[in-house]
T-cell receptor
Framework: RKEVEQDPGPFNVPEGATVAFNCTYS??????FFWYRQDCRKEPKLLMS???SGNEDGRFTAQLNRASQYISLLIRDSKLSDSATYLC?????????FGTGTLLAVQP | NAGVTQTPKFQVLKTGQSMTLQCAQD?????MYWYRQDPGMGLRLIYY???????DKGEVPNGYNVSRLNKREFSLRLESAAPSQTSVYFC??????????????FGEGSRLTVL
């Protein structure tokens, strides 16, 4: 069983929509969580860290629900440039096996 | 500020040839990883190294070998390339091990085609 599970999508949303993804994890010991963004055929890049208190960066909000063992990413006012795959790496392990990632396609 | 550097960026091999992908990081990270990503698929872990001198198998280690030459460098070797190894290979590093994983830094990828 993978340590993280994501809905692979695709999530097809119109520009301006609000969209949310979840990432469930099995290891509850971790203190560090992250969201990454990967554009087609490019390397993943850090989008934002996820803190226990939640954090917001412009149109993006990340939340941690430790009791239910998931993190979430909310994107408001979606832009065409938000189209990408969103990844959450597994926490608290040296063997970083990723989930599928969630594909977002923002439509004009 | 180089971060994670992979070489080569592109390579074409014939079936049966061997080659080594090089990866180096300048962030003094303990952990390093090799992933492959096939078109339309997610990242799959090939091998990882939690610290200098140690390496461990990931999800798809068959057909590959690795060397953690020193703290900076982690190389991936294909001894006898097969068409099924056509993929994009990403190296990554992370600054912490054990109970917490730190932020992952990825190289730009090495695009390998095996004919």
């Amino acid at each position: 069983r993978k340590e993280v599970e994501q809905d692979p999508g695709p999530f097809n949303v119109p520009e301006g929509a609000t969209v949310a993804f979840n990432c469930t994890y099995s290891n509850s010991a971790s203190q560090s969580f992250f969201w990454y963004r990967q554009d087609c055929r490019k390397e993943p890049k850090l989008l934002m860290s996820v803190y226990s208190s939640g954090n917001e960066d412009g149109r993006f909000t990340a939340q941690l629900n430790r009791a239910s063992q998931y993190i979430s990413l909310l994107i408001r006012d979606s832009k065409l440039s938000d189209s990408a795959t969103y990844l959450c790496p597994p926490p608290a392990t040296n063997k970083l096996i990723f989930g599928t990632g969630t594909l977002l396609a923002v439509q004009p | 500020n180089a971060g994670v550097t992979q070489t080569p960026k592109f390579q074409v091999l014939k079936t049966g040839q061997s080659m080594t992908l090089q990866c180096a990081q300048d962030m003094n990270h303990n952990s390093m990883y090799w992933y492959r990503q096939d078109p339309g698929m997610g990242l799959r872990l090939i091998y990882y190294s939690a610290s200098e001198g140690t390496t461990d198998k990931g999800e798809v280690p068959n057909g590959y070998n690795v060397s953690r030459l020193n703290k900076r460098e982690f190389s991936l070797r294909l001894e006898s390339a097969a068409p099924s190894q056509t993929s994009v290979y990403f190296c990554a590093s992370s600054g912490t091990v054990g109970a917490n994983t730190g932020e992952l830094f990825f190289g730009e990828g090495s695009r390998l085609t095996v004919l």
